[in-house]
């Protein structure tokens, strides 16, 4: 049996999954524990792979949204499941900035998504990416997390 300081960590230690979509693919993902250093998650596979699920199943749901928004990036919550919620930012490209995440503040999240926005933009400025591909960058990756871990924590 769990005693309820293990589940409050366990609960408190839930990490947060960042995905950003693009045309047809995955662009970017990064499953972030914001109560470690270095922002790398420790879950188990199967946790991980619904996780993904989770994600993949908002998607239809973010389509959806962004023809009956008016002009708004920020789309919120989209979808709930179990204690979890899936929030979505937008671009003016249509790439999709998504974050399952587990409940956090709605004005943290849309900090976070602005500044991960600000981030994607300068690397899609530089001559050497290449739009709709993945992201590959390391120091893109590195300050994904340490935002994650600012604002998300």
């Known amino acids: 049996t769990i005693n309820n300081n293990q589940y409050s960590k366990s609960i408190m230690s839930t990490p947060v999954l960042f995905v950003i979509v693009g045309k047809n693919e995955p662009l970017f993902e990064a499953e972030i524990d914001t109560n470690t250093p270095n922002g790398t998650s420790g879950q188990n596979d199967l946790s991980t792979r619904q996780n993904y699920f989770v994600l993949h199943s908002a998607l239809d749901i973010v389509e959806k949204s962004a ?3 008016n002009n708004n990036m920020y789309l919120r919550v989209v979808d709930k499941v179990n204690d979890q919620q899936v929030s979505t930012f937008l671009t003016a490209a249509n790439v999709k900035f ?3 995440h587990g409940g956090k503040g709605e004005e943290v999240v849309k900090n976070f998504f602005n500044e991960v926005y600000g981030y994607y933009v300068k690397l899609s400025m530089n001559p050497f990416y ?6 590959t960058s390391k120091a893109f990756d590195a300050r994904v997390r340490a935002a994650a871990r600012a604002y998300l924590s």
């Open 67 to 69: 023809w009956t928004t």
């Open 98 to 100: 998504m974050l399952l």
């Open 130 to 135: 290449k739009y709709d591909t993945p992201i």
